[in-house]
DNA sequence: GTATCTGCAAATGCTTTGCACACCC
DNA sequence: GGGTGTGCAAAGCATTTGCAGATAC
């Protein structure tokens, strides 16, 4: 998928972001962006410990959850709420996309509709509302398990 | 909020249903749906437990979280995952909607947009996946709120 | 009668928080 | 050096589950 910045200018705006807080930077706050960037897909907080650990043996999951937090207040990372098993996780320098997610494997796909985005501006227009972001999952059932199941 | 059906025939299509299932019926569970019938809105298992303990003292929440899970699988519900403090849940005989959401005061506007509906099953299409159901949450800073915030 | 449903309390699973020590500025 | 971050363990909260008694068919 395509990134639309370095990592490098990520982390160098993440510096600046936690300058402007008045927070100190930490090397876990750096390796989770870090994470979420390379993996490029949608990582649940214990999926993105596991992956700090391969290289920091001492790296907790409560860590981990104050950092996503904090990464999301500042928008630079998204939420997605899976259907269950909790919240999963994804890099903000992503271009924009919604999901399908497979109620049978559970497999994620991103995909724009542009003319979707458009009329969710006017929906919002219409009620006088100020839209700050939209979440949209359909769910479906997909090409390889609807193959898999012909019965 | 204009009603598809009767709450009398919902129950009734309900206690065919818990037959076809080879269930009993239970008091508690015409009371989960009459209670969301009735309030029309988007209740927490929560809130509908305090709602049919006004008339049943001995209602539990965890049997209310049981027939939600129940009504919710033979499609008579709909959930709706709100931001923060769990799902909430409501009455499927309304006519297909989905939601904006007030960051600033957490009220929840209705709308359908048939352009947005018709995309929907297009992307899916191009995908080869079936469309199953899909869940649309636009996120916004409602005129109310805009109007009380002028600063 | 017997299988299912309920209420209660305990368990679970994700997430948050309190505290003492570590680290950044 | 003082304040913020971290790891750990404990607490919180929404939700689920095990069990014994209650209820529907």
């Known amino acids: 998928m395509h990134r639309l910045e370095t990592l490098e200018s990520i982390l160098e705006r993440l510096r600046v972001s936690i300058r402007k807080n008045g927070l100190k ?3 876990q706050r750096e390796e989770v962006v870090s994470v979420l960037y390379k993996s490029g897909t949608h990582l ?5 410990t596991q992956s700090i650990r391969l290289r920091d043996k001492n790296t907790s ?3 981990v959850y104050r950092i996503l937090n904090f990464l999301e207040k500042e928008r ?3 939420t997605l709420e899976t259907n269950k098993n909790g919240r999963r996780y994804e890099i ?3 271009e924009h996309h ?3 997610i497979c109620l049978h494997c559970g497999d994620i796909i991103e995909f724009v509709d542009p003319e979707i985005e458009e009329r969710q501006i006017q929906v919002a227009k219409k009620f006088d509302a100020k839209l700050v972001s939209h979440d949209m999952r359909l769910f479906v059932v997909c090409a390889k398990c609807l193959l898999a199941n012909k019965d």
């Open 61 to 63: 999951i409560s860590s």
């Open 92 to 94: 903000a320098a992503k």
């Open 98 to 100: 919604d999901h399908i």
């Open 76 to 78: 630079f990372i998204y």
């Open 25 to 27: 930077n930490s090397k």
């Open 44 to 48: 649940s907080p214990e999926e993105i």
